[in-house]
């Protein structure tokens, strides 16, 4: 039998951790009709998503082209279900962090409105992930084939929950797209906020390491290699000191652009169509259309 008694030290943890001061900001406070999203269920929606748009690689390996509408129209309606259940947690959560009167049927309505517009997004969706699959393949020769791009490269599963997450944003979802990116971002180590705007034909080699900001905008064939910052520099504040949010503060890369590996580019710069910046390069200033600018041997 334990003679020590250290209840006395517990008690203490357990009254420091229950001071309102403590937790002040760290805690949520559960309303009855407030769910919160699910992880787990944010999982599932990105599997059934990758399994619609990339039919036979994800799901049920069976598929043919006899009973494809079957598969994927029992996918759209299990996705779509989720969908409302997941955007109605974020729409709840947007509400009660802004402040808003939480009205519980409001809130599950528009939240079925938003799940069909996000599915009839689908369609658009697999097309340009399809330019994101041939600037994949075509950008490395040590692919043999479109289906090991789409099964095995680390950029397409971070592509795909970006635009994933980019669609449910623009729609006006509260931090359920963030969630989408950051699990990208901690099974890839390639970090897309949700708020970029991204062209076709956009591909990452390698991809560890890449870090691209909220405000960011980047064209058409672009192409990125491991360990590249689309940053931004230091905040503007406020007169209250606090730092300025909501404006552009991330670079525009325009199409055609090259950035290789473990450059960092800050700052609301313009890459011109068609530059090339070389590795480990830090860049605060606009780089203009067609040029290579690389380290300089001493």
């Not at 990339?54 to 069976?62: H, K, V």
């Not at 870090?211 to 058409?220: K, P, Q």
């Not at 950035?259 to 480990?280: E, F």
Request: with cysteine; net charge negative; glycine share 10%.
């Amino acid at each position: 039998m334990n003679s020590f008694d250290y209840s006395h030290i517990l008690t203490k943890a357990v009254d420091e951790l229950s001071d309102s001061q403590s937790y002040k900001g760290l805690f949520q406070q559960h309303k009855e009709g407030t769910p919160l999203p699910s992880s787990t269920s944010l999982r599932q929606i990105v599997e059934l998503a990758r399994a619609i748009l990339f039919p036979g690689y994800f799901g049920n390996s069976t598929v043919n082209k006899h009973t494809i509408p079957y598969h994927i129209g029992v996918n759209v309606e299990s996705l779509y279900n989720l969908l409302i259940e997941q955007i109605q947690a974020g729409l709840c959560f947007g509400q009660e962090n802004n402040g808003l009167k939480i009205n519980e049927e409001p809130c599950r309505e528009t939240a079925a409105l938003l799940a069909a517009r996000f599915i009839s997004k689908l369609s658009e969706l697999r097309r340009i992930l399809a330019t994101d699959v041939e600037a994949a393949y075509y950008g490395d020769p040590a692919a043999t084939c479109f289906g090991e791009i789409i099964s095995c490269y680390p950029a397409i599963r971070a592509i795909s929950n970006y635009r994933i997450a980019h669609e449910l944003l623009i729609l006006g979802v509260p931090l359920i797209p963030r969630i989408i990116t950051e699990m990208a971002h901690s099974e890839t180590g390639i970090d897309i906020h949700p708020g970029a705007q991204i062209g076709h034909h956009f591909t990452i080699d390698h991809g560890t390491g890449v870090v691209i900001g909220a405000t960011c905008i980047i064209g058409n064939n672009v192409k990125l290699y491991q360990g590249v910052t689309l940053g931004a520099k230091s905040f503007p504040l406020d007169e209250n000191g606090n730092p300025i949010k909501g404006i552009p503060r991330h670079p525009i890369l325009e199409d055609d652009v090259i950035v290789y590996s473990n450059a960092t580019i800050l700052g609301r710069v313009t890459i011109g169509k068609g530059a090339t910046v070389g590795g480990n390069i830090w860049v605060t200033e606009d780089v203009p259309a067609g040029a290579r600018i690389v380290q300089h041997k001493r």
